[in-house]
């Protein structure tokens, strides 16, 4: 072959060659450009339509406005303070910036890590009881728990004790309040604070990732909720009833300081905080401590919850996060690996998925904008209709509903799904802890009732209607059917009070177990009743 064809040959390959790249670079381009298109289609189509009825999308719209600081509960001294000793003063800047300068101060002492347990001895201590349960607390436990000296320090061949003692043991009771009195001066300072108007918690609500917002204040109230609830038992028993009584009041106050949190960890925090101080309030009306005067305090505490609108707050606060880190990672698809070491177990098994920090780049958009379509359109029409706020009730079966469509839409994995996957498996169990919360809180109410009409008629009555309107305005129904709760007195002068639970069945007021002990909400009913006499 001479030169002039071989060139020319050579010339032509060449084009063809530019030409078929050409051709696959547009057809890659035309590849992204219909995602991207089909993506961001769906989703502002979705977000359009519910806009058109009143529906919000992003984070900003359900963050708690400003208040006034000198009213603010979250901002007194021991808070500051507080979080500074958790945060150290570096990251503590993240949530009050210069408001309360340092001035060289690097050491700050946590006046609110109230343990009713010695250091590092979580899970070591007496076990508490549990109302649900229809079990007490058994203060005998923990007087020798208190008085038994810690183990040995490896460096020190004295064993201390972490909680005043008495050098001769007093009543269980006031063994237990002497070793509590250390926070005393804490307690104090936070119930003069919880007659301040306004609480809001300085959250980063503007930090580009959501999922990285500092909550060490959680963890300090639902520990006040132990000492409270261990320290208003033992006031109970020792005959000191007002005092129980502002114990109690100030726990359930402390629930209401995080209400206005569009987080969803605050309001499952809350309910389980409201879980451990009704145990005082269930002792108390087992052994008949509380007055009437007392039980109408307890009532208007308890009036003020209200885990329906709060459901629908934190469902969405889920939807607003979900649209910003769905956001945030389109813009940052590098950070994919890093989101999904939050995930459980279905992050676990998409993980194979995702690419690395550099090939995420090549994600196209609309695959970030088809999983946010997706979240947004389970959330509208199944998570966040779980709660009825007109009726006051949540619905299992819609619950079940959901969980049937969930799994059939992340069963394969998907780049469709691979965010779907991490961010909605649980939400089903907490409309459940929701539920359980506002049944609990009903229930006690009616138990309260019933216990005044006891103080006026030396027994229970015949029927719950009997409590309206001198012990009860209104009576609540099951939150589950909105039905009746169903009540019925028993041959010992006491009675049985319950929901059908999350099973919708009437099991008879019996409650259902796990194998570790723990009481299973998914079955059985959801009953108040007292250990037999």
């Known amino acids: 072959m001479n ?11 060449a084009a063809r060659t530019l030409f078929a790249l050409a051709c696959l670079i547009t057809l890659i381009a035309l590849v992204y450009a219909e ?4 993506g961001w289609h769906a989703w502002n189509k979705f977000k359009q339509e519910w806009e ?24 007194v001294p021991i808070w500051v303070e507080s979080i500074k000793a958790t945060l150290g003063p570096e990251r503590a800047r993240l949530w009050y910036g210069d408001k309360f300068p340092d001035n060289g101060r690097t050491n700050f002492t ?39 000296p810690a183990q040995t320090n490896r460096n020190s061949a004295i064993a201390t ?29 936070l119930r003069e604070a919880s007659r301040l108007s306004y609480s809001r918690f300085p959250l980063e609500y503007d930090k580009d990732d959501l999922a990285a917002i500092l909550l060490p204040h959680l963890a300090k109230l639902k520990r006040c909720s132990q000492v409270l609830q261990l320290r208003a038992i033992a006031e109970l028993q020792n005959g000191q009833t007002e005092k129980a009584l502002a114990d109690v009041t100030l726990a359930l106050q402390l629930t209401g300081k995080i209400r206005t949190e569009p987080c969803l960890i605050s309001h499952l925090v809350r309910i389980a905080m409201l879980r451990i101080i009704l145990q005082p309030v269930w002792e108390g009306l087992a052994e008949h401590k509380w007055s009437d005067e007392q039980l109408v305090a307890l009532d208007a505490e308890l009036a003020k919850l209200d885990f329906f609108p709060d459901y629908k707050l934190a469902m969405h606060s889920e939807l607003g996060f979900q649209g910003g880190e769905m956001d945030r990672l389109r813009r940052h ?54 709660a009825n706020v007109n009726q006051d009730t949540f619905s299992p079966d819609l619950a079940r509903h959901c969980d049937a469509a969930l799994t059939a839409e992340i069963k394969s994995a998907s780049p469709f799904n691979m965010l779907e996957r991490l961010m909605l498996p649980a939400l089903g169990n907490a409309a459940k802890k929701f539920a ?40 609540p129904h099951d939150i589950i059917n909105g039905q009746p709760l169903h009540y019925r007195r028993t041959s010992d002068g006491q009675f049985v009070l319950y929901s059908v639970g999350w099973n919708e069945t009437d099991d008879g007021g019996e409650v259902a177990f796990k194998k570790d002990g723990a009481v299973d909400i998914n079955n059985g009913d959801w009953v108040w009743r007292y250990p037999a006499k």
């Open 35 to 38: 995602e991207d298109w089909r």
């Open 161 to 189: 004790n972490e909680f005043p003692i008495a050098s001769q043991p007093q009543s269980p009771a006031e063994d237990v309040l002497l070793a509590l009195s250390k926070y005393d001066p804490a307690i104090e300072e």
């Open 333 to 386: 698809p590098e950070h994919l690996q890093d989101f999904w070491a939050l995930g459980g177990d279905e992050a676990k098994s998409s993980k194979q998925l995702l690419p690395g920090k550099i090939t995420a780049h090549l994600i196209p958009a609309g695959w970030f904008y088809q999983n946010h379509f997706r979240c947004a359109r389970m959330m509208m029409e199944y998570y966040i209709p779980l």
């Open 436 to 475: 359980y919360g506002q049944a609990s809180v009903n229930l006690a109410r009616v138990a309260i009732a019933l216990e005044r009409y006891r103080l006026a008629h030396d027994e229970y009555p015949e029927a719950l209607d009997m409590l309206v309107p001198q012990f009860m305005e209104k009576l």
């Open 110 to 148: 946590d006046r609110l890590a109230l343990d009713i347990v010695r250091n590092n001895d979580w899970g070591n201590g007496p076990t508490n009881g549990d109302w649900a349960k229809g079990t007490v607390i058994d203060l005998k436990s923990w007087q020798a728990y208190y008085r038994a």
């Open 3 to 13: 030169e002039e064809p071989k060139s020319l040959w050579k010339k032509s390959w």
């Open 52 to 75: 058109a009825k009143g529906e919000h999308f992003d984070f900003a719209s359900v963050v708690p406005p400003p208040v006034p600081d000198d009213q603010n509960f979250a901002l």
